[in-house]
């Protein structure tokens, strides 16, 4: 009896450190991922494409010309710095690297990896900057992140060319996208327990 007591409370303290363990590291990779405490409605966001639809296109045009087509690299910025970074052969075998999981070195050494050099970088996060966001990733539909809130993300989602109506009732049926113009979505993404939808009507 006092063997399974003994037992009981051995495993129960291995349940707690391993809680403990997982907690910091996720408090660790959020604190990071947390830009401010602002909320944005879709408004917001539809103001900003319109004022910045340039600036976007000519980012996504450089992002393009540094990524190779077999490649999806997401790639996430915070005062020039790299924060967070994502790649996979077209999405399989995804990696994720973020700074409070992983030390800054090591995102650097992933980003050389990539056969990108310091300046294409600095300039990438410049041309992010005059967009007025914080991330990219390529695709169809490239996805550029305009900002954090706590562990939630506004995004849009670009694609190349109009959707058919077909694709379109498609997206439509997910709640967290909403259109702006034929080739744009907006997209709330909430943290890890849950997905957050904009608020009010378009």
């Not at 109506?165 to 439509?172: F, I, P």
């Amino acid at each position: 009896m006092k063997f399974l007591q003994l037992l009981t409370r051995v495993f129960s303290w291995a349940l707690l450190g391993t809680a403990c363990l997982y907690s910091v590291a996720f408090c660790s990779g959020a604190s990071a991922w947390s830009m401010d405490d602002n909320t944005y409605s879709k408004a917001d966001l539809l103001a900003h494409y319109r004022a910045h639809q340039p600036q976007i296109s000519s980012l996504l045009a450089y992002y393009d010309s540094l990524v190779p087509h077999s490649q999806h690299i997401e790639i996430e910025f915070e005062e020039g710095s790299i924060t967070r970074l994502g790649y996979g052969a077209s999405g399989i075998n995804y990696k994720h690297y973020s700074i409070g999981m992983h030390t800054r070195a090591t995102l650097d050494s992933v980003v050389r990896s990539f056969g990108w050099r310091p300046e294409q970088v600095r300039k990438l996060a410049e041309k992010l900057k005059q967009a007025g966001c914080i991330s990219i990733r390529n695709g169809e539909p490239a996805q550029i992140g305009f900002q954090r809130s706590g562990m939630s993300r506004y995004s849009y989602h670009v694609f190349s060319c109009s959707l058919s109506d077909s694709l379109r009732k498609e997206y439509q049926g997910v709640w967290l996208y909403r259109f702006v113009y034929d080739k744009v979505a907006l997209e709330k993404g909430g943290g890890i327990t849950q997905m957050n939808r904009f608020l009010g009507r378009r």
